[in-house]
């Protein structure tokens, strides 16, 4: 919430008084609140204990010269990031519901661009009445949140629902809308990468050595998914050769399962041309030369000899191939020398950049959740934190997208 700014309305009802504890709580939160007064508010609480607490002038009257000379109405209606009704009576919901306009609260509900948050509390009669169950659910139609109103006693004497809600209940409701807010911009923000087509690989290989048995390695497929999920996010069209991982595909993406080196470098090519690829996947560097289709047997002759030959690097392939993408990005899990066995691998395999971690058994990044990676380019060496898996996939993604920008 920090950093956030509310406009708040305080209409006339007992529960008014509420309203001086929830602006300091905001305020304890870095939320800036601005207020305005109704005539009836005015009947509650001071002006002088709302400018107090809120550390702002309070506005309370349409045609104050003063006031318009400082902020406008039309800019105070869309100066904050929501604006919230509390008390919201029968007779400003009413007003809202039906587009009046006739007094400083009411023209701003009509004039803002921003969400409000209606935190209604009167008499229960007056709550329950056909008239106010009709406004409330234009309201709702119209897009206005609501919370509460609570069930209880009331100041009146009478008891069910029309409490105002608890000033706690309240924040997080002007929590929950903030986040709703950032959801929206979020989805209606063009990606970084809309429009890129990403190839990523991840996971291991397995190689098979007969039909039950094959050499693998202990790659979790963890941060070649999350880069995928992220690119997807950034808007990216993106494609994941992925070896068996024993995690779910990422949402957003085209998987494509593989098991072997040689079907994963397949489904790769088969998928360019592409605008970056990165390959994630820990590859098993070699085979089983000869394919063997029975199950292997104990023999006399003692334990088989596996006859290993090198499998193709797909990265190397990628780097030099005819539809190379515009950038080519490698890992490379080394358990020393981290740094230097990066550079050499980004000169040998002529990729754009290295992903270079360490894998060793105590750093725990393999099948863990965090990572420690430097960035390995031709202009040098970029040393991250270590972070979330998540987060190094967010953090590259925004990185790619920053050179793809700048043509790479
Ligand atoms: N890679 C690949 N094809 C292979 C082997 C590796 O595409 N047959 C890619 C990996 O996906 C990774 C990078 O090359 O992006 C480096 O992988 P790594 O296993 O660290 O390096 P290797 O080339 O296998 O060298 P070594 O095992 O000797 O460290």
Same mark, same amino acid.
């Given at each position: 919430?920090?950093?956030?700014?509310?406009?708040?309305?305080?209409? #006339?009802?007992?529960?008014?008084?509420?309203?001086?504890?929830?602006?300091?709580?905001?305020?304890?939160?870095?939320?800036?609140?601005? =207020?305005?007064?109704?005539?009836?508010?005015?009947?509650?609480?001071?002006?002088?204990?709302?400018?107090?607490?809120?550390?702002?002038?309070?506005?309370?009257?349409?045609?104050?010269? =003063?006031?318009? %000379?400082?902020?406008?109405?039309?800019?105070?209606?869309?100066?904050?990031?929501?604006?919230?009704?509390?008390?919201?009576?029968?007779?400003?919901?009413?007003?809202?519901?039906?587009?009046?306009?006739?007094?400083?609260?009411?023209?701003?509900?009509?004039?803002?661009?921003?969400?409000?948050?209606?935190?209604?509390?009167?008499?229960?009669?007056?709550?329950?009445?056909?008239?106010?169950?009709?406004?409330?659910?234009?309201?709702?139609?119209? #897009?206005?949140?609501?919370?509460?109103?609570?069930?209880?006693?009331?100041? *009146?004497?009478?008891? #069910?629902?029309?409490?105002?809600?608890?000033?706690?209940?309240?924040?997080?409701?002007?929590?929950?809308?903030?986040?709703?807010?950032?959801?929206?911009?979020?989805?209606?923000?063009?990606?970084?990468?809309?429009?890129?087509?990403?190839?990523?690989?991840?996971?291991?290989?397995?190689?098979?050595?007969?039909?039950?048995?094959?050499?693998?390695?202990?790659?979790?497929?963890?941060?070649?998914?999350?880069? %995928?999920?992220?690119?997807?996010?950034?808007?990216?069209?993106?494609?994941?050769? *992925?070896?068996?991982?024993?995690?779910?595909?990422?949402?957003?993406?085209? *998987?494509?399962?593989?098991?072997?080196?040689?079907?994963?470098?397949? %489904?790769?090519?088969?998928?360019?041309?592409?605008?970056?690829?990165?390959?994630?996947?820990?590859?098993?560097?070699?085979?089983?030369?000869?394919?063997?289709?029975?199950?292997?047997?104990?023999?006399?002759?003692?334990?088989?000899?596996?006859?290993?030959?090198?499998?193709?690097?797909?990265?190397?392939?990628?780097?030099?191939?005819?539809?190379?993408?515009?950038?080519?990005?490698?890992?490379?899990?080394? =358990?020393?020398?981290?740094?230097?066995?990066?550079?050499?691998?980004?000169?040998?395999?002529? *990729?754009?950049?290295?992903?270079?971690?360490?894998?060793?058994?105590?750093?725990?990044?393999?099948?863990?959740?965090?990572?420690?990676?430097?960035?390995?380019?031709?202009?040098?060496?970029?040393?991250?934190?270590?972070?979330?898996? =998540?987060?190094?996939?967010?953090?590259?993604?925004?990185?790619?997208?920053?050179?793809?920008?700048?043509?790479?």
């Amino acid at each position: 919430m920090d950093g956030k700014r509310v406009l708040l309305i305080v209409g #006339g009802g007992i529960a008014a008084y509420k309203v001086l504890d929830l602006v300091r709580r905001l305020r304890e939160r870095g939320v800036s609140v601005r =207020t305005v007064l109704t005539q009836a508010g005015a009947q509650f609480v001071t002006p002088l204990s709302l400018a107090s607490l809120s550390g702002n002038p309070v506005h309370t009257d349409l045609f104050s010269l =003063t006031d318009e %000379a400082q902020m406008g109405h039309i800019e105070l209606s869309r100066s904050a990031d929501l604006v919230v009704v509390a008390p919201a009576t029968a007779d400003l919901l009413a007003k809202a519901a039906n587009g009046l306009a006739n007094d400083l609260a009411s023209t701003l509900l009509l004039a803002t661009d921003k969400r409000v948050l209606m935190v209604p509390a009167m008499n229960v009669r007056m709550w329950q009445h056909p008239a106010t169950q009709r406004n409330v659910a234009q309201l709702q139609r119209d #897009g206005i949140l609501f919370v509460g109103p609570d069930d209880g006693a009331m100041a *009146c004497g009478e008891f #069910g629902p029309g409490r105002m809600s608890e000033v706690l209940d309240i924040v997080v409701a002007i929590d929950a809308a903030f986040r709703m807010q950032a959801r929206a911009q979020q989805q209606q923000a063009p990606g970084i990468l809309a429009g890129k087509r990403v190839i990523i690989t991840s996971g291991p290989t397995y190689e098979p050595i007969d039909p039950v048995r094959y050499i693998a390695n202990r790659s979790s497929g963890k941060q070649g998914h999350a880069i %995928a999920e992220a690119a997807a996010r950034a808007g990216a069209d993106v494609l994941l050769v *992925c070896g068996p991982v024993a995690i779910p595909d990422p949402v957003g993406v085209t *998987c494509v399962h593989v098991e072997s080196a040689r079907e994963m470098l397949g %489904a790769v090519e088969a998928g360019l041309p592409a605008d970056i690829y990165i390959g994630a996947a820990a590859v098993a560097d070699w085979r089983v030369g000869t394919a063997v289709v029975e199950k292997l047997k104990k023999g006399a002759s003692g334990p088989p000899s596996l006859g290993l030959v090198e499998n193709p690097d797909i990265l190397a392939t990628i780097s030099t191939h005819q539809k190379r993408p515009v950038l080519v990005v490698g890992f490379a899990a080394e =358990t020393q020398t981290v740094v230097e066995h990066a550079q050499a691998k980004l000169k040998k395999k002529k *990729c754009d950049l290295i992903i270079a971690n360490d894998v060793s058994a105590q750093s725990g990044v393999m099948g863990g959740d965090e990572n420690t990676v430097h960035l390995v380019s031709k202009s040098g060496v970029d040393h991250w934190p270590r972070m979330a898996k =998540t987060a190094v996939a967010q953090r590259l993604v925004e990185h790619l997208a920053k050179l793809l920008k700048e043509g790479a």
